[in-house]
C-alpha cells in the first residue's frame, strides 16, 4: 500500500474560522486548525490553540472549515487523471470506487496520489455468483464469479493481494432491463458469510449491493458493513418498475420495512443511498416511464431512507458516479438534498458526507474527521453550511495531505506576520 501522506507538506494555520469536526459534534464557532506535515496537528478554538511560528496562517473569518468531502461509492473507468482533479477541485478530497477491472484498481491508486487529484479507495472487482450481476457489463472484469464458500475464500484472498481497500459484493438477482427484466444467479447465504469472514480476518470491510429483502436478510446475517442504493427493502420479485404497475408504491407494499430497519439499525449498517443514480438508471433504460411515476418513485425511496433515519439508521453519502450526463464528477449535490430531504440535518449530512463515507472506504481511523493525527484533508467555505448547504457551492480552499490544492497555492490570502512565539498561543480578537 502506497497511501503514504505527503510529509513535505508545509505548515498551514487556518484561523478565525467555523469548524465543523465530520463527527456531528457542534461547530467550534471561531476556530484554529493547524496542518502539519500532512496530517491535522491540532483544532481548537481561537486563542487555546497553539500555532507553530513557522506556519503559514490563513485568515478564514465568516467562513467554515470541514472535512474534505468524500464520494465513498463511484466508478470511474475512463479520463481518471481528470475526473479525480474535477472532484478534488469541487472539494471531494477521496472517493470510493465500488467495483472496477483489477487492471483499473493500481491506476486508480496511482491517479489518486497525484496532489491535483482526489485520491481513490477501491474494491476491484465486486464478488458475485458466475454470470452473475455486473458480469455482463462492460468487458466482464469488474466481476468475480464464484460459487462455494471455499471459492469465497480464495475470492477474497485474491482481492487482498490485488490491494483492495473493501470488498464489493453483488447480491443482485435483476439485470437492469427494465423493458424485459431478466433474471441473474446471485451468490448463496454461505458464500456471503464466507466472504465476510474471510475479509475481515484480512481487515477488510464488505459493502454489498442488495436488492430485495431476501438478499438483504442474507446480507446482515453476514455481517456487511453496508448496504449500497435504495434496492434492499424491495419484495424479492420485483423492482420499483413494477411496484408502480401494480400500483402499489407504497412503504406498505415493501415487506416487513420497519422490523428490517430496525435490524439495521441494531447491527450498525451504513445505507449508501444512491437515489440520484438509481432513477437516472430507469430513465435512461425506460426513457417512456411518465416523470409523475418515476417522480413517486423517488418519494418512496425517501420514504425509506426517512424512517430508516427516524429508527436511528447509519447513512454515507455516495452518489454512484458513473460518468453519465448531468452529474458532473464533484460534489455530489444532488445525493446531499436527498439526505436532507430524508430529514437529516446539515451537520448529519456532512457526518454522512465526511466520517461515515470514510468508515465505509475502510478509513475510518485516518480520514473523514478534523482531529489531531488525521491526514490533513479539508475544505474551507463561505459562510455557514450548517445553516445552508449551499455554502459547499462557494468552495475557498481545498486542502489535500496538507497541500493546498485549490485554488492555486497564489490565490490564497496568506498572513506571514505571526505575532507569537513559540509555544504562545494566538490572541483572540473580537470579530470585526
Ligand atoms: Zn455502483
Not at 50 to 77: F, K, N
Amino acid at each position: 500500500m502506497t497511501h503514504e501522506a505527503n510529509s513535505s507538506a508545509e505548515t498551514v494555520a487556518l484561523v478565525g474560522c467555523a469548524v465543523v469536526d465530520g463527527t456531528g459534534a457542534p461547530p467550534i464557532t471561531r476556530g484554529v486548525v493547524v496542518l502539519r506535515a500532512g496530517h491535522v496537528s491540532a483544532v481548537g478554538p481561537v486563542g487555546s490553540v497553539h500555532i507553530p511560528p513557522a506556519a503559514r496562517v490563513l485568515r478564514c473569518d465568516g467562513q467554515t472549515a470541514l472535512p474534505g468531502i468524500i464520494d465513498s461509492h463511484t466508478h470511474i473507468e475512463h479520463d481518471v487523471a481528470a475526473v479525480l482533479r474535477a472532484f478534488v477541485h469541487d472539494g471531494v478530497t477521496t472517493v470510493g470506487g465500488t467495483g472496477c477491472g483489477p487492471a483499473l484498481l493500481p491506476l486508480l491508486h496511482d491517479a489518486g496520489q497525484a496532489p491535483d487529484a482526489a485520491r481513490v479507495f477501491a474494491a476491484g472487482p465486486a464478488i458475485t455468483a458466475p454470470g452473475g450481476y455486473p458480469g455482463g457489463r462492460g468487458d466482464g472484469s469488474a466481476a468475480l464469479g464464484i460459487e462455494s464458500p471455499a471459492e469465497a475464500e480464495a475470492a477474497v484472498d485474491k482481492l487482498a493481494a490485488l490491494g483492495v481497500d473493501f470488498v464489493k459484493v453483488a447480491q443482485e438477482p435483476f439485470d437492469f432491463d427494465f423493458r424485459n427484466p431478466g433474471r441473474l444467479p446471485v451468490p448463496g447465504p454461505d458464500v456471503i458469510a464466507a466472504i465476510v469472514r474471510r475479509a475481515t480476518a484480512h481487515g477488510l470491510l464488505v459493502r454489498s449491493h442488495v436488492h430485495n429483502v431476501t438478499q438483504l436478510d442474507i446480507a446482515l446475517d453476514a455481517g456487511v458493513t453496508s448496504v449500497e442504493h435504495m434496492l434492499f427493502p424491495l419484495p424479492p420479485d420485483v423492482g420499483y418498475v413494477e411496484l408502480y404497475r401494480e400500483g402499489s408504491l407504497s412503504t406498505d407494499a415493501l415487506p416487513g420495512l420497519r422490523k428490517r430497519l430496525a435490524r439495521m439499525v441494531e447491527r450498525g449498517v451504513y445505507v449508501v443511498p444512491t437515489i440520484g443514480n438509481e432513477l437516472a438508471n430507469i430513465r435512461a433504460g425506460l426513457p417512456e416511464f411518465p416523470a409523475n411515476a418515476l417522480r413517486a418513485i423517488e418519494q418512496l425511496m425517501v420514504a425509506v431512507l426517512t424512517l430508516y433515519v427516524e429508527a436511528g439508521g447509519r447513512v454515507a453519502l455516495g452518489s454512484d458516479w458513473v460518468g453519465r450526463p448531468g452529474f458532473p464528477a464533484g460534489m455530489p449535490r444532488r445525493e446531499m438534498r436527498y439526505l436532507a430531504e430524508a430529514g437529516l440535518s446539515p451537520l448529519r449530512i456532512l457526518r454522512a458526507s465526511t466520517r461515515n463515507a470514510a468508515i465505509v472506504c475502510g478509513q475510518g481511523a485516518t480520514l473523514g474527521v478534523l482531529a489531531p493525527g488525521r491526514r490533513a484533508d479539508l475544505i474551507v467555505v463561505d459562510g455557514d453550511p450548517l445553516s445552508d448547504l449551499a455554502a459547499l457551492d462557494r468552495i475557498r480552499i481545498v486542502v489535500k495531505d496538507g497541500r493546498v490544492v485549490a485554488p492555486a497555492e497564489d490565490a490564497v490570502p496568506t498572513e506571514d506576520a505571526v505575532p507569537t512565539e513559540p509555544g504562545h498561543p494566538i490572541p483572540t480578537e473580537p470579530s470585526p
